[in-house]
């Protein structure tokens, strides 16, 4: 399988990314901002970061950058986008997402392990996986994730959530809502759900002896989804 | 324009200083000049008060590949690897600015490691604030912490290790010390020596601005009221461009085009331009209207000593040039040729085509001023008798919960939260262990890194006080089963032309000195600050110590959380009961008086290298060192982490209960092993004369101590974790 990591100047999760993708089987390229075309591939992921610097709004110049016009096809075509953290940003900006991401409710940059729940499985990204709750890492400060009634009800109604945190046992409630993300949600897929933003980084998860291991439970799942 | 003296102290120059200038000139120096003198000439840039007893410092040894005078020192940890590390202050513009004061601290000792060559691996920090009691604690906190995780996060650098301290001394002068740690190939490291005559001078990065005039003299001075006057001298950050300047530099250092490369921190084009010819023995020919400015009608004065951050000055191999801009280019960076080196050994400026300044070189280093100021030692305090009385009225417990609640025990979460701790994916302990630890990307090797310091024993007495911080910080490597190799040390002191003061650092310098010869840990990098001192008063001495060790396999290191119901607690290194200067005799008893705890470095060395021993022999499940609140808090600690209780009996020793749970005597580890093992322990222990007590065994929840009621961990966990949080809230 052929990944693709797009690098934006500004960010810092590009090589973090690049590592998961091969340990677990990919074939991964990087993709410069400035390119034009994609080479080809089954996955295209814009990774975590402060892309452009995120001085305007997160995700906002990455939004309107040369290479993301190509992102953009690729997804409507049915390809499959995966963004994480300043990924999930951009891609909201992009317009592919709906909704946006708020500073956190704190209004202090967060950094620590969290559980998700998975809310979908009935997607390329999540069918199969062998743990419905994964602990992930997070570390953002614009996690806060927010959408109108009308695009949340769209949302809840095309079951496009994708992921919400919840506590080890999976139960979802304000306590064990890191940043104030509306209904906990921590992940979201597009109508088609080959397009899936989320904040946690399952990159920073794949070695039992650092953080853990559930993102590696994530990328096998993914690579042998795709096959 | 000719200057006077009345210039020269205006731009902190005595009349002796501004004389001898006049002298070596042989005449007048003009405003450019004289700027270019006082940012050469300060405490911050020459080290002028500090220079004869850091000549002292042990900084050799079989491991070090570069000592002090470079940018960042550098340690050999085999394999072609190497870790260039360095530790400095930003003290004075942190306070007057937290957020970009703390910020551009971070930013500049990034910068420092990556101009060497390496990528930076991780960052920690020791901050120091005053009083909680204190109305500016909070917000001064607040944006420290935020510039901190502001500059590093967005760089994608982990902070895994630091420390937070509270104390009424640093009211009027708070401390941000920023730590790096960077990995480079030791085949290719970069210098800043220039070498050869008429090889292009490259300016690179971001535009130079107003921002940071005078920054360097500024943190050569006392404050005093007028503090919010010099917010202009503080600099502004922005880390985005510093990512971009990171990954440019090591694209063009991957390749063979650089001759020498500094970066422009303190002082700025200045000093990085003075430095690199000085050490390479040229000159240096720059024409200013070349450099890129971002404000206009800029002065040759004001760019000269603007302090704008996220720029580096390269000297490249001739025909080089529009390789290396390509890739500035690139990366949306400045890149300008600027001047060339000379055979001149003088600095001359161009300006409009009119020549604006002309100094020889040397009379700007090694003629730089040189002090060996008068200083007051300090004696030993007498000991504390204690009333047995005093004492009766208290509960262990109730004591262990106040002081696991006080400032500087209680669970620094809060803060690290703010930090992001996992980026580049390599972080194997996270701050609130003993040591942060970090792998070496593709590698089973990691470094164990720690940043340590002790003012309480350092006023108490500096030579222990400059002992016992070595001891510490070698301790917190040990415990996590590494080999300490090297540190780095940021000097924090007050006014240096007051005798008590200096007598302060000369004292702490040679009890650092001293643990570093006898545990064969070398000094490699630093920094001093003086004139931490507020309407004449001062801060407490704060040397702060930050040290790396090498760990071989990272799947083998030890952490602080206690593992397993049943399994045995045992203090390593004998309690003696020393309760003068610690949380305890402090906090609980009010007594402030009395010696700190003696350092005995035979019985340190002895009893690190046998702990490494067990560790090594897979005997040890868990460990931790005893500093602050002695046993008892070091117990806890390691319990409130493992989710465990524990069941504690004092052994029947002389001194009284709360002398041997909350006494702080040096060169102890608390260790967790499996009764099984406990023979095999005690013989390593006795085979190398390691004094041990066996004090209790690990429980599920409970907390139990001799007589007194029964608490649940939750009860400590609670009252560790919960302080910041509410004071910040508040």
Known sequence: MKSSVIIFPGSNCDRDMDVALKKFGFINQMVWHNDIDLPKSDLIVLPGGFSYGDYLRCGSIAGKSRIISSVIDFAKSGGMVMGVCNGFQILTETGLLSGVLQQNINLNFICKNVFIKINNNKNKYFENIKKNILELHIAHNEGNYFCSQDELKSIEDNDQIAATYCDQNGKINEENNPNGAIKNIAGIFNEKKNVLGMMPHPERMIDKYLSGEDGSIFFTNLLNNLK | ?730
């Open chain 2, 1 to 730: 324009m000719e200057v006077n003296l009345q210039n020269a102290m205006d731009h902190g120059l005595n009349k002796e200083e501004f004389n001898k200038i006049c002298d070596l000139l042989k005449r007048t120096p003009n405003l450019t000049e004289l700027g270019i003198f006082s940012a050469m000439w300060n405490e911050h840039c020459s080290y002028k008060s500090s220079k004869v007893h850091l000549k002292k410092l042990n900084t050799k040894g079989k491991k070090v590949i570069q000592g002090p005078g470079e940018n960042a020192g550098i340690i050999d940890i085999e394999d072609d690897d190497a870790i260039v590390f360095k530790i400095e202050s930003h003290n004075h513009p942190s306070f007057i600015e937290p957020y970009q004061g703390a910020a551009t601290g971070v930013g500049g000792i990034m910068r420092d490691v990556f101009t060497m060559g390496a990528r930076p691996i991780a960052n920690l920090n020791s901050i120091h604030f005053g009083s909680t009691q204190n109305p500016k604690t909070k917000n001064l906190l607040r944006g420290v912490v935020k510039g901190i995780g502001g500059y590093g996060n967005c760089m994608g650098i982990p902070t895994i290790a630091g420390q937070t301290n509270f104390d009424e001394s640093y009211n009027g002068n708070i401390l941000v010390n920023a730590m790096t740690l960077g990995l480079v190939n030791k085949n290719k490291i970069f210098y800043s020596k220039a070498v050869g005559v008429n090889k292009p001078v490259i300016y690179v990065g971001s535009k130079t601005g107003r921002d940071g005039i005078h920054g360097a003299s500024m943190a050569s001075a006392v404050f005093d009221d007028k503090i919010e006057e010099k917010k202009p001298t503080v600099q502004v950050g922005d880390p985005f461009t510093e990512k971009l300047l990171l990954e440019a530099c090591l694209e063009l250092m991957a390749g063979k085009s650089i001759i020498s490369i500094q970066d422009m921190g303190a002082a700025g084009l200045t000093s990085s331009s003075i430095e690199m010819a000085s050490k390479g023995n040229l000159g240096i020919e720059l024409n200013l209207n070349k450099v890129p400015c971002r404000e206009e009608k800029m002065t040759p004065y004001e760019i000269m000593l603007s302090e704008s951050q996220e720029r580096m000055l390269i000297i490249l191999e001739n025909g080089k040039e529009e390789e290396a801009k390509k890739i500035f280019d690139k990366w949306n960076l400045d890149f300008a040729v600027i001047g060339k080196t000379t055979d001149t050994k003088k600095i001359e400026l161009f300006f409009d085509k009119i020549r604006v300044a002309q100094i020889p070189i040397n009379i700007l280093a090694e003629n730089a001023p040189i002090y060996d100021r008068k200083f007051k030692k300090t004696k030993l305090p007498q000991k504390i008798k204690f009333n047995k009385d005093d004492l009766k009225n208290f509960k262990i417990t109730e004591v262990l919960k106040k002081i696991l609640s006080s400032p500087n025990i209680s669970s620094k979460e809060w803060i690290w939260e703010q930090y992001d701790q996992t980026v580049m994916g390599d972080t194997v302990e996270k701050p609130g262990s003993d040591s942060g630890i970090v792998r070496i990307h593709g590698s089973s090797k990691a470094v164990a890194t720690s940043v340590d310091s002790s003012a309480i024993y350092c006023y108490a007495h500096p030579l222990t006080g400059g002992k016992q911080v070595v001891c510490e910080n070698w301790r917190n490597l040990i415990s996590c089963g590494s080999k300490p190799i090297a540190i780095t040390n940021c000097l924090n002191f007050g006014n240096p032309e007051k005798e008590e003061n200096m007598g302060e650092f000369v004292e702490c310098v040679e009890g650092i000195n001293e643990a570093s010869k006898f545990l064969d840990y070398p000094v490699v990098s630093g920094n001093v600050s003086f004139y931490n001192e507020t309407k004449d008063k001062g801060i407490k001495p704060t040397p702060t110590i930050g040290g790396v060790g090498l760990v071989t396999d990272y799947k083998k290191i030890i952490t602080m959380d206690l593992k397993n119901i049943n399994n045995l607690i045992l203090v390593v290194g004998k309690t003696e009961g020393h309760i003068e200067q610690s949380i305890f005799a402090r906090n609980i008893l009010n007594e402030k008086k009395g010696p700190p705890p003696e350092i005995n470095l035979f019985n340190e060395k002895n009893n690190g290298e046998t702990i490494l021993k067990l560790i090594n022999e897979k005997l040890i499940k868990s460990t931790h060192d005893v500093s602050l609140g002695g046993i008892i808090t070091a117990v806890s600690k390691m319990a409130i982490k493992g989710e465990k209780g524990f069941k504690l009996i004092k052994p029947k020793v002389l001194t009284s209960k709360f002398h041997y749970y909350f006494g702080e005597d040096q060169g102890r580890y608390i260790i967790e092993i499996e009764p099984n093992n406990l023979s095999k322990v005690q013989k390593i222990l006795k085979e190398n004369s390691v004094h041990y007590d066996e004090i209790g065994i690990v429980t599920k929840n409970e907390v139990i101590l001799d007589k007194e009621p029964i608490l649940h961990i939750d009860d400590l966990t609670k009252s560790n974790k919960t302080w910041l949080i509410d004071y910040m809230s508040k």
